[in-house]
């Protein structure tokens, strides 16, 4: 949680009254617009009159539908692609009895193009408020004003870990207060100390305590009964960090097995409309991009012939959806013996994780670093595309010797066709750490839509033409 309930609540309230005076403001402007504003020609004048019920019982649909779909709650990390669909669906349920009344009472005919338009305009004003509410809300946190106050109950490595990824988020960070140890833990996070668990009830209660993260790795039942205890007494909102915290990060549901609550990990690789629609989008733009790009396939490939020996293209093993080998192509940047001379350079390896990258190589040629810091060597992968081994967006393949090193939670990028580029190429590419760019490659496979990839595709461009984080 952001929010002090109160404050969440407070603010509920006044987003919830805006879906309501909007759309009287809506289509109130739609009918001036239609009748009075001389923009469009009156033939059958309707006065306003007419309108003031059918715009209340608008405004009133509005804003219950809204309400039920709990758009008024304020949501802060919500998506906005997400949140977008919701209050599109909750407009066309809100006109749905609306527009069901009007035209079946036979007395008047309401003009349709007011219906439209105060649509069109209502949709517009309340979006615009929730997003003027939401970027007040997040200035206030930001300044500390009615943020929930965070307890991480946990001191250790663990913990810090937690804090760290806490952290991430400059929103959830500003309600951390302070932490507490577990009886015989070593501390070693850097929150400020507020005292032993056994003193829970009163830290609680003088910190006015919000939130309490449960952060250690082994505790016992009786153990977490009694803080979930403590914390119900107090009103406070309990949660708990589990060590198995990479396996959450998808869909997670909490489902009855006869009397046992199990929890339900939902698959989230691509469902197979995603992997058709994905898929076709691949060929169409892959085809395209090579037809477009030839000239500069053949200049580089001249260039490369001339300046070094050996092959033009550069094959390498890697691996693909699932588990599968394939062949990657590339244009050749390294001289022909550049995977004997590797183990020469293991050592001066400067990427974190199971990935080898050094800034200067030794082993790329002069028009090979050229190509490199353009990403000009990747594009010969369009045929991979073709040939359905890889995608446009997607988690890069990874060689089979950093798959071997993976951590479990880690495997999850390659349950995907790999990408020539993906979210972590447009986030700083190699100068992010390893897990990062897991990081990135999961939150991707997990809320994949194709907006986002073309969002990612749009701003690979850029990326690459400042060459930033590229070697």
């Known amino acids: 949680m952001l929010l002090r309930k109160r ?24 009918w001036w617009l239609r009748f009075q504003s001389g923009f469009f020609k009156v033939l059958d004048y309707q006065p306003f009159e007419k309108y003031y019920v059918p715009i209340l019982i608008v405004a009133t649909f509005w804003s219950i539908v809204y309400g039920a779909l709990k758009l008024h709650t304020p949501a802060l990390n919500l998506r906005w692609t997400r949140e977008t669909s919701k209050m599109i669906w909750g407009a066309a349920l809100a ?40 970027s007040i809300l997040k200035k206030m946190l930001l300044k500390r004003v009615g943020i929930a106050r965070k307890l991480i109950i946990g001191c250790n490595s663990f913990a810090q ?18 932490m507490i140890s577990v009886t015989g833990e070593r501390c070693t996070t850097d929150l400020p100390y507020l005292g032993d668990i056994s003193e829970l009830r009163e830290i609680i209660i003088k910190g006015q305590f919000d939130e309490a993260i449960f952060a250690y790795p082994n505790p016992s039942e009786n153990m977490i009964l009694k803080i979930i205890y403590e914390c119900r007494k107090e009103q406070v909102q309990f949660e708990l960090v589990p060590p198995f915290r990479h396996l959450l990060r998808g869909r997670v549901e909490v489902e009855p097995v006869g009397d046992v609550q199990v929890l339900a990990f939902t698959d989230l690789a691509l469902k197979v ?63 022909k013996d550049a995977e004997k001379r590797l183990k020469e350079h293991l050592e001066d390896n400067e990427a974190q994780g199971p990935i080898f990258k050094i800034k200067k190589d030794p082993r790329i040629t002069s028009i090979g670093r050229l190509i490199r810091r353009f990403s000009i060597d990747e594009i010969p992968q369009l045929f991979n595309v073709l040939l359905g081994q890889m995608s446009l967006v997607g988690p890069r393949p990874p060689l ?18 790999p990408g020539m580029t993906g979210l972590w190429q447009v986030s700083g590419r190699s100068d992010l750490s390893f897990e990062k760019m897991v990081e990135l490659d999961i939150h991707y496979i997990e809320n994949w839509s194709l907006v986002m990839d073309i969002m990612i595709l749009f701003k690979t461009l850029p990326a690459v033409i400042t060459g930033k984080g590229a070697y």
């Open 95 to 134: 006109m749905i009895p609306t527009m069901a009344l009007a035209f079946s009472y036979r007395g008047y005919f309401y003009s349709r193009l007011v219906m439209t338009l105060g649509i069109v305009f209502t949709f517009g004003l309340c979006f615009t408020h929730k997003v003027i509410a939401k």
């Open 161 to 178: 870990k937690v804090v760290n990824e806490i952290r991430r988020d400059p929103l959830a960070a500003a309600g951390l207060v302070g």
């Open 7 to 30: 404050s969440e609540r407070i603010a509920g309230q006044l987003i919830w009254i805006g879906y309501y005076i909007w759309p009287v403001v809506g289509f109130t402007f739609a």
């Open 273 to 335: 409309w995603q992997r058709g629609v994905k898929r076709a989008a691949d060929l169409l733009l892959s085809s395209i991009l090579l037809i477009l790009l030839s000239p500069l396939l053949i200049t580089i490939s001249v260039a490369i012939k001339l300046t070094s020996t050996g092959h033009i293209f550069f094959l390498q093993e890697r691996i693909g959806r699932n588990g599968r080998k394939f062949q990657m192509i590339k244009f050749r940047s390294m001289y």
């Open 400 to 417: 089979e010797r950093e798959v071997k090193v993976y951590e479990n939670w880690q495997l999850r990028r390659i349950d995907v066709t």
